[in-house]
């Protein structure tokens, strides 16, 4: 069975600093896709990223950065310079490829104070 | 506008009323889904569709059913809802490959 795991329940921190957010997950399948979504206050969950299980590179997208390590089945999200609009509750998910399925971590609540 | 939308977007209701949670997309994507969001567990899949009259459980299925007679909607119905059902209710579809698109939610309250 899959499973992710978001040990973080809460993560406090003033703006500009850089803060990670960490996701370990646990499946059989090989081939597979990890997603991070955000949901704000509003409540709607907002799309990130999906990375496949085959490409290890990190991405970054302005302020945002993912580091993905197959080895320790982990895939990791970092804010830099984080700003008060980072205050959301941000989710790790796990699908196999082919199937469409999400599994869902617990989610870190982020607060960023000024 | 496309996408999901749900309806109603906030729900109260008594133990064992039956209550339809309605979920309609504007594109014709195949696979839809819905999830309910607990504090302390994240989402999880209550059931998802792979296209119309096709349906199947996810992990959390006791206490609700759902029929999908036209690709475009997936409503999900509590027969006798319990308050151990009060939470928040998403529908998504699959927008790409393996990525879901959410709906806004349904607020839903069992007292």
């Known amino acids: 069975a899959q499973k992710v795991t978001q040990a973080q329940t809460e993560i406090s921190v003033v703006e500009k600093e850089d803060v990670t957010l960490d996701c370990v997950y646990e499946?059989?399948?090989?081939?597979?896709?990890l997603f991070w979504y955000k949901q704000p206050p509003s409540g709607e969950l907002v799309f990130l990223i999906r990375?496949?299980?085959?490409?290890?590179q990190n991405e970054i997208s302005g302020r945002y950065s993912w580091n993905f390590q197959k080895s320790t089945s982990s895939f990791n999200f970092t804010i830099t310079a984080s700003q008060v609009v980072d205050s959301a509750v941000y989710f790790c998910?796990?699908?196999?490829?082919?199937?469409?399925?999400?599994?869902f971590g617990t989610g870190t609540q982020l607060k960023v104070e000024l | 506008d496309a996408g999901i939308t749900q309806s109603p977007r906030y729900k109260i209701t008594e133990t064992g009323r039956q209550v339809t949670l309605m979920c309609h997309q504007t594109?014709?994507?195949?696979?839809m889904f819905w999830y309910r969001q607990d504090l302390g567990h994240g989402l999880r899949l209550i059931y998802y569709s792979a296209a119309a009259d096709i349906t199947d459980k996810g992990e959390v299925p006791d206490g609700y059913v759902v029929s999908r007679s036209k690709t475009e909607n997936f409503p999900l119905t509590l027969e006798s809802a319990t308050r151990s059902q009060t939470s928040v209710y998403f529908c998504?579809?699959?927008?790409?490959?393996?990525?879901?698109?959410f709906g806004p939610g349904t607020r839903l309250t069992v007292l």
């Open positions: 998504a579809s699959i927008l790409a490959p393996n990525e879901q698109f």
């Open positions: 998910a796990l699908s196999e490829v082919g199937g469409n399925k999400l599994t």
């Open positions: 594109w014709s994507h195949s696979y």
């Open positions: 990375r496949n299980s085959f490409d290890e």
């Open positions: 499946t059989r399948d090989t081939t597979y896709y």
